[in-house]
């Protein structure tokens, strides 16, 4: 069967989850994770055939739907889909292989995260935001250049751990999670806490942190409401109202009706 026909011939629910990525790599390309025709997301084939991965030549903004994906091997070898792959495919490979937790991952070069990647102190936490905030983050410091070899894929996943994210030295970061959500609203939280802490460094006046103690209460106190890779629901749903606005050309802050009220 040809990449192509294989394409064609995938079931619904899969080519509803990859619609699902499309729109979650547009979500990044909106909270200011584009770069060019650089980064790119991943999804475990529920088939276990490997993981569907963007294709490369095209930016985040610009993933439409299902056939904006190639399926790989586990070895980065190309089983469907039109296009050429990244060729940081090992990230997301050994990703896969050393979290059996994890189903969907992304890699990307916000400004202010990856100007915080050259940084050699720890993130520090400026702005407690619940559960739904990553703690701080592994760095990965093997090198600066490209991740397109496995043993370099596997000793970021090390590097990585038990972890959703991990920052890459003078590179970028890679986030993961459960589900498609998790990795978007993992990365567009680091992005947030990466230009909180460059901008209280570079103020100039006296600052403090909040200790441990503050942290643990929130976010054990935001579990229930967004918490990503424990849920994520409200702020998911918020990205796909607003990514929603964006497309059909309007305001992406403000809502032309009321937002219906959740049911509980």
């Not at 619940?130 to 370099?152: F, G, K, V, Y």
Request: aromatic share 6%; net charge neutral; with cysteine.
């Amino acid at each position: 069967m040809s990449t192509d026909t294989a394409t064609a011939a995938m079931s619904a629910a899969l080519r509803e989850q990859l619609d699902e990525l499309a729109r979650a790599c547009r979500i990044l390309e909106m909270e200011g994770h584009g770069d060019r025709v650089f980064g790119h997301m991943a999804l475990r084939d529920p088939d276990g055939r490997g993981f569907w991965m963007k294709r490369a030549g095209v930016a985040l903004g610009e993933i439409h739907d299902a056939r904006d994906f190639v399926l790989l091997s586990m070895e980065g070898k190309k089983l469907a889909g039109a296009g050429r792959s990244h060729g940081e495919w090992p990230i997301h490979s050994e990703i896969f292989k050393a979290r059996a937790d994890v189903n969907a991952s992304a890699h990307t070069h916000p400004f202010y995260a990856s100007v915080y990647t050259a940084c050699e102190d720890p993130l520090p936490i400026v702005v407690p935001r619940s559960a739904n905030q990553p703690p701080t983050p592994p760095r990965w410091e093997d090198t600066s250049d490209l991740i397109t070899r496995p043993e370099q894929g596997r000793s970021m996943a090390a590097a990585m751990g038990p972890h959703y994210c991990v920052l890459l030295r003078n590179h970028g970061i890679v986030t993961c999670g459960p589900t498609i959500k998790d990795p978007v609203i993992v990365a567009i939280a680091l992005e947030k806490m990466c230009r909180e802490a460059l901008t209280i460094h570079g103020s100039g006046m006296r600052f403090g942190y909040p200790d441990s103690d503050e942290l643990a209460i929130k976010r054990t106190s935001g579990a229930g409401l967004d918490a990503t890779v424990a849920g994520g629901g409200a702020l998911w749903s918020y990205y796909l109202r607003k990514l929603a606005r964006v497309e059909a050309g309007g305001d992406p802050l403000i809502a032309t009706r009321p937002v219906p009220i959740a049911k509980r």
